[in-house]
C-alpha cells in the first residue's frame, strides 16, 4: 500500500496536481459556520478576464459576471464578498490551500477534480474559433484537423485540451499566455484562435484585427462549475449546487453574463447561435 501511495503522489506531481489530505473542520465548526464566523466569502479573482471579472486600477474594485455571482453566494450566507487576487491555474491552489473558499467560473476538466470538488453547472461554456478569415465561418472541428490549417492555443487551457483531442492532425502553435496566441492571430501567423464563447467576444469587440467568432460544428460545449475544497463539508457543497442549479435554471446566471458583456456592446442576441446558459 505504502508503494501504491508513492507511485500515486508522483503521478499527480507529475500532473503538476497536489492532494490535500482532508482536514476536520475546524473546532468541528461547519464550514457556513466557519464563513460566518470570519465574516466573509474568498473568492479568486483574476485582473484583464472580461467579461469575467476585471479591477479598476483607480479605485480597486472589481466587476464582471462572476464578481456579481460571487456577492450573490456571500449575500445568501450572510458576508461580505472578500477578493483574492489570482490567476486560472492558482485560483484551484488557493481553494485547495484554504487561502479561498470557492473558486468559480472553472472548466470541469476531469484532471481539477483530482484536487478540488465540483459543484453542479451554474452555465454551459462554448468551445470557438476566432479568425479573420471568413471562409472558416462554416469550418468543423473535423475541417480544422488538418496540417494546411495553423490555430493557436494558450497552452495547459480546456482550450489546449480540446485541440489536443480534435485537432491532432491541425498545424498547432501553443503560446505560454493568451496574449500571445491572440498576437498570432493578429499577425497572420496563425489562421485561428481556440478558446472559449465569452472571452471570445470581448477579443473581438476590443480588437477587429481579429475578425469574427465562429462555432465549429458539432457544438463542443463543457460545464462552468464552482471549484470546492474537498475538506468542506456536506452541507456548504450541496448548499453550492443548489445556488448554482437554482440561478442557472431561473436565469440569473444568464442575466450577470449579459450583464458582463454589456460594457462592451455586446447582447444576448450577438452570442453565436447555439450558446446556451441554462441546462
Given amino acids: 500500500m ?18 490535500a489530505a482532508p482536514t476536520m473542520a475546524q473546532d468541528n465548526k461547519s464550514t457556513i459556520d466557519q464563513i460566518k464566523e470570519r465574516g466573509v466569502l474568498r473568492v479568486p479573482a483574476i485582473v484583464n478576464e472580461d467579461p469575467y ?21 456571500a449575500t445568501t450566507i450572510g458576508v461580505e464578498l472578500e477578493v483574492v487576487e489570482s490567476s486560472w491555474a492558482n485560483s484551484i491552489l488557493d481553494v485547495q490551500s484554504g487561502k479561498a473558499d ?15 470538488s465540483f459543484s453542479d ?27 494546411g490549417v495553423t490555430v493557436a492555443v494558450d497552452l495547459g487551457s480546456a482550450q489546449d485540451l480540446i485541440t489536443q483531442q480534435y485537432l491532432p492532425k491541425a498545424n498547432v502553435l501553443r ?29 473581438v469587440k476590443r480588437n477587429a484585427q481579429l475578425g469574427a467568432v465562429y462555432v465549429p460544428q458539432p457544438l463542443l460545449s463543457s460545464p462552468s462549475v464552482i471549484g470546492i475544497s474537498y475538506a468542506a463539508d456536506e452541507q456548504f457543497k450541496s448548499f453550492i449546487s443548489a445556488w448554482a442549479n437554482y440561478n442557472r435554471r431561473v436565469g440569473n446566471n444568464q442575466t450577470w453574463i449579459v450583464k458582463g458583456l454589456a460594457p462592451f456592446d455586446i447582447t444576448i442576441e450577438d452570442l453565436p447561435a447555439g450558446f446556451d446558459v441554462g441546462g
Fill in 121 to 147: 453547472p451554474t452555465y454551459y461554456n462554448s468551445f470557438v474559433i476566432v479568425s479573420p478569415k471568413p471562409e472558416l465561418a462554416n469550418a468543423t472541428w473535423a475541417s480544422l484537423n488538418d496540417p
Fill in 53 to 73: 471579472f476585471n479591477k479598476d486600477p483607480r479605485t480597486g474594485e472589481w466587476r464582471g459576471f462572476v464578481i456579481d455571482m460571487a456577492n450573490d453566494i
Fill in 2 to 19: 505504502t508503494i501504491f501511495k508513492a507511485i500515486l503522489a508522483a503521478s499527480l506531481l507529475a500532473l503538476g496536481i497536489t492532494v
Fill in 175 to 203: 503560446f505560454k499566455t493568451r496574449d500571445e496566441a491572440i498576437l498570432a492571430v493578429a499577425s497572420g501567423k496563425a489562421d485561428a484562435l481556440i478558446n472559449t464563447v465569452l472571452n471570445s467576444m470581448v477579443m
Fill in 102 to 116: 470557492i473558486a468559480l467560473a472553472l472548466t470541469a476538466l476531469p484532471a481539477r477534480a483530482l484536487a478540488i
